[in-house]
């Protein structure tokens, strides 16, 4: 079965803090994703990937980066977490080319004090 | 650039009874659609999904949806809920122009009740 793993289901950290979220799939698919889910917002994209070290910015890429030195694990980094990144963040992969379904981590709630 | 619109952001329904879930899309180009279901504390789940071909499409779970081009909608239905359906439910859409990437709608909870 296709696995998605986000290292952490839940964290709390301070403001100005550097954070990591890490995620790894198993499914060599060559997309990967990072959204972040807020109330009434639905999902919104903040980085993808196409490719080992290949990056594109999304919809809201503004405070975060991203990196992807290995093709099963791709990384979130808050640089400088400020109390509006609260959220529930959300991982995703899929295999490369057009119309292909994306694969969902559980999720990690972050909360900026 | 697409949009998606989930015209409710919650349905409450009773046990046994019939629900239809709306989204309506934008987009200048052809666009396939994707249903998601995000049960409490995890991540998303695909229902269902319309690349091309028949315009009714089945899922897991009993739900399907029809692609409406000329509305310009992609609604959920199921003709009789379970307890287990409550969760949300989102309406993604990725037009042939974008890559890879979905735009999602902001969501619709179903809570169904007994």
């Known amino acids: 079965d296709v696995k998605v793993t986000q290292s952490s289901r839940y964290l709390v950290k301070r403001t100005g803090e550097k954070v990591f979220l890490e995620c790894v799939q198993d499914?060599?698919?060559?997309?990967m994703f990072w959204y972040r889910q807020d109330p009434g917002l639905g999902l919104r994209l903040i980085y993808f990937?196409?490719?080992?070290?290949?990056?594109e910015k999304g919809d809201i890429p503004e405070g975060y980066s991203v990196s992807r030195e290995k093709k099963e694990r791709f990384s979130l980094i808050l640089e400088s977490a400020s109390t509006n990144q609260t959220s529930m963040y959300l991982c995703?992969?899929?295999?490369?080319?057009?119309?292909?379904?994306?694969?969902f981590g559980d999720g990690t709630r972050l909360s900026i004090l | 650039a697409q949009s998606v619109t989930q015209l409710d952001s919650q349905v409450p329904v009773f046990e046994e009874a019939p629900v239809e879930l709306r989204c309506n899309y934008s987009?200048?180009?052809?666009?396939?659609l994707f249903w998601y279901v995000q049960y409490p504390n995890q991540g998303l789940q695909l229902l269902l999904k319309?690349?091309?071909?028949?315009?009714l499409v089945k899922g897991i779970n009993g739900f399907e949806a029809e692609f409406n081009k000329s509305q310009t909608s992609f609604h959920l239905r199921k003709p009789s809920v379970h307890i287990s359906d409550t969760a949300e439910y989102f309406c993604?859409?990725?037009?042939?122009?974008?890559?890879?990437?979905?735009?999602f709608g902001g969501g619709t909870r179903l809570m169904v009740k007994p």
């Open positions: 499914m060599d698919h060559e997309n």
């Open positions: 990937s196409y490719d080992v070290k290949m990056k």
């Open positions: 995703a992969s899929s295999r490369g080319g057009w119309n292909q379904p994306q694969h």
């Open positions: 987009s200048s180009v052809s666009v396939y």
């Open positions: 319309y690349l091309s071909g028949s315009t």
């Open positions: 993604a859409v990725n037009a042939r122009n974008a890559g890879n990437m979905l735009t």
